[in-house]
DNA sequence: TTGTCTCCCTTTGGGAGACAA
DNA sequence: TTGTCTCCCAAAGGGAGACAA
């Protein structure tokens, strides 16, 4: 679990909503949840379209149809300089959200790769936060939030128990740094902590159901942050009344095809709660995949999934199939171009297709620091942009 | 006032959002207000991408990013056939709009013209209906509706006025055919109908305010039907967590660009609240405003307005320039080409340009059939579809 | 004719401990 | 340790005529 707030030091969300606030990286990540890295603005990262039209299906609710047109100058893969990453939350739902300016380049030296791993180093450990799944009681009209005993002792201020009964009040902002107060008691029998006044006017103002979450966290000063994660409720069908999703299929192809045709910036949402896979990857995580793991058909791996509660755990799997996902549109490409089979075949919503910088192999445990800081490659004149190097299918040239 | 009737005759809200009901084509003309006139489904239009990136900047509340390419072979409209007309409302907000699927086609003959104008002619007359701005009293949680008097008896069914108060219960279904009960009754000092029991849990479901109409009508069946407009609010900024409002423009013009190449069919969401202007003109109304409209500066004008309570006015006005809108992207279009002024300078919000088929000159008052019938311009061998002719930029062929 | 106010009484729902999982 | 229930009482709000614009 990584913090954002390196990848997006300038976290401001002053993007397309003309928002004025700042919105908290570590609020934010936490909302976002722990399997979600952005890289760091600055460094290179490769851009996949396909992963990238996924996700706007994914919103849809609605598949890519057969009209969109193929953009045969678009190559599956883009190299990119990621110039700027802000922090978003959609005012509405509190759905976060993160946009990208991106810059396709032709080619990265060893510098670049190298920043890019040191990006991914550096990142700080995540803020600590609690997270309760809210329950029948927590979202009734009758009476407040039971807040979990451990919780309430690491997060929130210390009461003063020679109050009777114990009790303060609490001020917590919430990502658009609207305030919440809520009064924290100490009481019934047997004791517990509670939030009571104020609660339902938060659980009415955000929409809560019992099956969403809450989570609190403190900021350096102190402060109390909170944020809400819904639970992935089914078919909202946002079926946009603005464009078709035809055109916004077009939309994401042409503006990458322009973007990449005159190396000029284009602009992208990152929505990591809609989408099942990140499309924007930080160059050295996706060199080490493709340089390090060499994959072959029944290879072990481990892969890390969400938990509910925002925990994190591993699952082993098998490789089953190495195979374009779509043989027409996106020939050769590595997206999710792994077939997998799972261990435990306990909750099979786990996705039976993978990208290799998803998956940790079990095989190959020693590759601290593999050899491909060796290799140097030059762009070869006369080469497109773009093209694909023999192996990674990205140019490196010598710094 | 037209009724959508005939434009929609399948009007059937089976589009991207996968709805199952149908939409009331009376109501939902009465929720778009009386200057939305649909193009029927099987006639000729003309299509200006112009115009719809102005409706998507004006969702969006954004203007066109200098950074959107230009789309040389896009010309400034498009012959198009209209396939398939739908109606929607969007289920969170009520608001109307309509699903178009255009194919563009390169030349049109004199028949098309004719399909085109008889459809513009036969429309039926707007159902009758009663239409309120709501009042701070009518949304208060004290208290119901108070139903304008001669609306109540137009509309309602009649009381049974030997009743104690006079009382019944309505049952009325809205855009959805979600059904809302209400009871009407005739009562106070002095009396006056309300709509008591129900009227709350319709103002805060659909989340009314005092500005909002409401407006009922009765279908061929007696049914009662209920629609709400919300007051043209302030800067909703929806701005999209999903696609950049740059690749939205780009998808629209590479959409179009693309059906245009190849002939094929495309869809468009019209948007008549939204939008300060239709931009899928039929063909029959563009043809008759470019060939008898002799445009000149000086000239005057009236033109169409909807008032409050979903009446209309004609304004008078001059033209006091000719000259393109967007001179970089969008060279010699016609769309609000014409700068205008207005007689009465209240309400200084009318827009100063107006596209042509929009206005009705005073000077030429007797093109009931004017000579364009007559024009037989065969399409020239050679030249490119969608090229300009020489007066009209659409070429039309001999049947 | 109809918008707002106020009064009256029902309904809703915050806030407490009891109790059980 | 914490989720649900029920009870109690305060606050919200629907439904009526009064009154005035």
Redesign the pocket.
Known sequence: MKSPANGAAAAVTNGEGGEKKSINPELWQACAGPLVNLPAAGTHVVYFPQGHSEQVAASLKKDVNAQVPNYPNLPSKLLCLLHNVTLHADPETDEVYAQMTLQPVSSFDKDALLRSDLALKSNKPPTEFFC?IL????T?????F???????EKTFPPLDFSMQ?PAQELVARDLHDNVWNF?H?Y????????L??????FV?GKRLF?GDSVLFMRDEKQQLLLGIRRASRQPTNLSSSVLSSDSMHIGILAAAAHAAANNSPFTVFYNPRASPSEFVIPLAKYYKAVYSNQISLGMRFRMMFETEESGTRRYMGTITGISDLDPVRWKNSQWRNLQVGWDESTAGERRNRVSIWEIEPVTAPFFICPPFFRSKRPRQPGMPAYSRGPCLGLVMISA
Request: zero cysteines; glycine letters at 12%; charged letters at 20%.
């Open positions: 309760k329950t029948a009681s927590d009734s009209t009758h009476g407040g039971s807040v979990p005993r451990r919780a309430a009964p009064r008691i009481r019934g029998q047997p004791k517990r902590h509670l009571t006044t104020g609660w339902s006017l009415s019992a």
